[in-house]
């Protein structure tokens, strides 16, 4: 039988491949029999239909914690001029005011979740831009299109603003309360400012008061003397914020002096944050020459301290970031394409066995999403490949895969990008 189509019902998946790290078991890969029936993992049983998976390796639906659906697919008319991130930053902002209007954020955002869906994710985290008056614009929209996915992908928002527009009395507050009523995440971008440590606290205080977990952009620059994750870290103790924080980026402490980098993670380590790496946006971005400057091979990958920080037991997620554009030119919110990247760049490989968390369990805990599950009792949630090891998974895209919701095959076709073409006038 062809393992690529299932059979419906109950039925057997014998001789699949899976992380042991899954199963709570040591070691590297081990062999896994998974009985499906009721659109649940469930105890083995007599009489059902059997499947020989030749070894697939196989894995729970992925959560990605770090998107921007808004942003989406953007690129064809408005690309980034040179490729660095001051041209993402000016190119999304004149994109963002001649064109986010409700009908363009639905579009883009269903075309992605659509994507995402058939990649085999099951829950997303985005941040959306929400500088007055977008985020009364993006907000609504994004609670429609969490109702339309219930039961396909769990959506949480997380607002984004630049921490210079962050105050316990002003603008920011009625986004806290918008951010409140949706159910969402506050967040904000953290960079040098003169009274950043006031803002922080009125951040605290704000997501404090509406008990709103907290997910910060945070030092996304090859300049060392940015060093804003030691200021967050250390107000998470001053104040006692309980709530879950999250910290993405985190790329000027690759750059750091060694002493600096380590006693900033062992802050973060003690106030208990999560980290979530976006490598393939931040390689993308950073070490880049200007436009205009001769060309330049850059010197570093982009990415933070992932090793480290988890020798120290912080809670380290990958994500996909930007997709389509101008802060990233490429992507589809495809796990596995993320899990091979992040393994490349960040040298996850002759590592520990247990990575494959980063792009399972971790962010779910750090999101509280369902945790991933293959065992009996589970939802029948699961990502098969035709690849039996790491290598062959990470040496061709996995297009083949198989994605199972409920215990059912779903139709993996992807949308048409002519489908955005009428959004794409030139902004």
């Known amino acids: 039988m062809d393992f690529r189509v299932l ?46 998976m030749q070894g697939a390796m196989v894995f729970p639906a992925f959560t990605d914690m770090h998107t921007h659906l808004d942003k989406g697919h953007i690129w064809p008319r408005s690309p980034n001029p040179d490729g660095t991130f001051m041209g993402a930053l000016t190119t999304v902002g004149a994109d963002r005011a001649a064109h ?66 962050v105050s316990g009395d002003g603008a920011y507050v009625q986004t806290a309360d918008i951010v409140a009523e949706s159910g969402g995440v506050l967040g904000c971008v953290t960079y040098p400012v003169p009274d950043l440590r006031a803002r922080l606290l009125a951040f605290f205080r704000l997501a404090a008061k509406r008990g709103l977990h907290a997910d910060f952009h945070v030092d996304e620059t090859g300049d060392a003397s940015v060093a ?34 380590l006693a900033t993670l062992d802050l973060v380590a003690k106030a208990g944050l999560n980290v979530v790496s976006l490598p393939m946006c931040n390689m993308y971005l950073q070490d880049r020459s200007p436009q205009g400057a001769p060309p330049r091979t850059p010197r570093w990958r982009g990415v933070t301290l992932v090793h480290e920080m ?39 490989d002759h590592s520990r066995a247990d990575w494959v968390q980063a792009f399972l369990t971790n962010p779910a805990k750090a999101c ?12 029948a949630d699961l990502v098969i490949t035709r690849a039996r090891g790491w290598t062959e998974l990470f040496s061709r895209p996995q297009s083949d895969r198989i994605v199972l919701r409920g215990g059912h095959q779903i139709d993996r076709t992807l949308p048409d990008y002519a489908e955005l073409d009428h959004l794409m006038r030139p902004a």
């Open 310 to 348: 988890k020798a120290r037991g912080i809670n380290v997620s990958f994500a996909s970031d930007n997709t389509r554009d101008p802060f990233y030119a490429y992507g589809d919110l495809d796990m596995i394409e993320v899990m091979r990247e992040a393994t490349r760049i960040a040298h996850l």
């Open 100 to 165: 986010w209007s409700a009908e363009d954020l639905r579009a883009r955002m269903d075309f992605a979740l659509r994507s995402a869906f058939a990649h085999g994710t099951r829950a997303i985290r985005t941040h959306l831009d929400s500088l007055p008056p977008q985020d009364a614009i993006s907000f609504p929209v994004f609670r429609e299109m969490r109702d339309e996915w219930c039961g396909r992908i769990d959506l949480q928002a997380s607002c984004l603003v630049g921490v210079d527009g």
């Open 368 to 379: 509280g999403f369902a945790a991933p599950s293959l065992s009996p009792g589970a939802p």
């Open 7 to 52: 059979p419906s019902g109950a039925y057997v998946l014998r001789n699949l491949t899976t992380p042991a790290c899954l199963l709570g078991q040591p070691g590297d890969l081990i062999p896994l029999t998974l009985v499906v029936e009721g659109g649940r993992i469930a105890q083995p049983r007599a009489g059902l239909a059997e499947v020989d």
């Open 228 to 261: 804003t994750l030691k200021l967050i870290a250390e107000l998470v103790l001053e104040t006692g914020f309980d709530a879950p924080v999250t910290v993405g980026h985190c790329c000027s402490l690759a750059v750091q002096p060694e002493d600096e980098a």
